[in-house]
């Protein structure tokens, strides 16, 4: 595998996203009393839909505003590692999209919020996610 498709390691970086991560969970559920899965953030964001979309709103706007604020404080963007191929992210996008109604949730949901609940449904969940991942790897970069 050619070294500059390795992810790098960034412990420092990874843990600090980690326990901010973590902290927007703890203030969502004290605030709002509600999971922070980013899949039924951004559904109920929809004001049409949900009396609490303002808080919602404010969430998704966050995630967009993260990285604008880190390209300006620091002048330099923020690094990602996903595809190019746009077709290759729209299918994967859309197979995402059907997973999380699938399994009733997404990642952030289940891996973070479920898991710190002890939910077995999301424990199975995120064994299902995981294993996923892990054969998607498999197949797309050592047998293709």
């Known amino acids: 595998m050619p070294l500059d498709t390795i992810t790098p390691f960034t412990p420092l970086a990874s843990t600090l996203g980690g326990v901010l991560i973590g902290l927007s969970a703890v203030l969502v559920m004290a605030l709002f009393g509600r999971i922070a899965g980013i899949s039924g953030i951004t559904t109920g964001a929809v004001p049409a839909r ?21 390209l300006a404080v620091t002048g330099a963007p923020v690094h990602q590692t996903v595809s190019g191929n746009l077709a290759a992210m729209a299918v994967a996008g859309l197979l995402v999209g059907f997973g999380t109604v699938t399994g009733s949730g997404c990642t952030s949901g289940h891996g973070v919020c479920g898991l710190a609940r002890l939910s077995q449904r999301s424990l199975v969940a995120v064994l299902t996610f995981m294993a996923t991942a892990i054969l998607t790897v498999l197949v797309l970069r050592h047998l293709f």
């Open 50 to 70: 949900r009396d609490d979309w303002p808080w919602r709103l404010a969430f998704v706007a966050g995630l967009i505003a993260a990285p604008l604020l880190v």
